[in-house]
């Protein structure tokens, strides 16, 4: 069963304005008679310069999907463009190189290196590829990001928030065509999940990124210009402009209707690409660069 998101998947779409995309994506975990599927034939587009929430019980697909559109693990069938670049059709260091390039990654896990003050810890993904930092694009992430104060400071001297803020302040200073945050407020408090929500929403606004983030919270996906929801590994609703009480609301509808998640837990797999490190960062991995983020798998 091909499943559609219909705001935002066109064949008459200009390519210019999707970030990403997936025509029948399927991942499939276990063989035979134990075999689940965890997303079933999905068809999506990322709109870009938008926000994008996914949301979904456990076990719904939604962070398979996220995975899969940025190339962190394998498909069973389908295919998945990052702008025009199909990466299913990558080999592996050609797909370390794009996540590298071209993606931004946020995790729950803040994965800042605590030997780096803030600012090492931005540039760092960039140092290991020895690439220089865009100093104008990297003092404007700083300063939409409220972190000119904070920038020698180490990871123990900040607070969760200011933590998240260099992740994401990390996860924006290549310029990514796109920005995948999975959970980004799951290990904050309430008051500093929604400052972090709020730059996320300022960088699609301001800064002209495109996010995508999957999120159990209907207040986070509040946040959003676009709801998917997932449940059996397939996109059974979407909405546009959300608010926090409508998508609570939609939620509940989907648990009166009885829209169940997949069977099968969202955990790795044995083929899914472990959380990927630093050193995968650069043009030609060492072995002994020093651990720091899940950002790129070699």
């Known amino acids: 069963m091909s499943t559609r998101s219909a705001a935002h998947l066109t064949d008459l779409a200009e390519p210019a304005t999707i970030a990403a995309r997936a ?3 399927t991942k499939a975990y276990g063989t035979g008679e134990t075999t689940v599927l965890a997303l079933d034939e999905v068809d999506v587009d990322i709109a870009r310069g938008r926000f994008t929430a996914v ?4 076990g719904s697909g939604k962070s398979t999907l996220m995975h899969c559109l940025a190339g962190l693990d394998s498909v069973s069938g389908g295919q998945v463009w990052l702008g025009d670049t199909e990466i299913t059709a990558l080999r592996e260091r050609e797909l370390t190189r794009l996540r590298r390039d071209r993606i931004g990654f ?31 694009w990297l003092e404007r992430v700083i300063d939409t990001l409220g972190l000119r104060d904070r920038l020698k400071h180490r990871p123990a001297q900040l607070s969760g928030g200011q933590q998240q803020r260099v992740a994401c302040a990390r996860a924006l200073a290549s310029r990514p065509e796109l920005i995948f945050a999975d959970e980004p407020t799951g290990n904050l408090d309430s008051r500093a999940g929604l400052e972090v929500l709020g730059f996320l929403r300022e960088a699609v606004d301001e800064l002209g990124q495109t996010v995508v983030m999957v999120t159990h919270d209907p207040g986070a996906a509040g946040h959003s210009d676009l709801v998917l929801f997932l449940g059996d590994g397939r996109i059974v609703d979407e909405m546009e402009q959300p608010t926090a009480d409508a998508v609570l609301e939609r939620m509940k509808r989907f648990d009166s209707l009885g829209v169940v998640p997949s069977a099968r837990p969202e955990q790795p797999s044995a083929d899914v690409k472990p959380d990927p490190q630093p050193d995968t960062l650069a043009a030609d991995p060492q072995p002994d660069t020093p651990a720091a983020d899940p950002l790129h798998k070699d």
């Open 55 to 58: 949301m979904g019980p456990s």
């Open 23 to 25: 025509r029948g994506l």
């Open 106 to 136: 946020m995790f729950q896990a803040f994965n800042l290196l605590p030997t780096l003050n803030a600012r090492e810890n931005i540039t760092l993904p960039m140092d290991i590829a020895g690439r220089k930092a865009d100093e104008e």
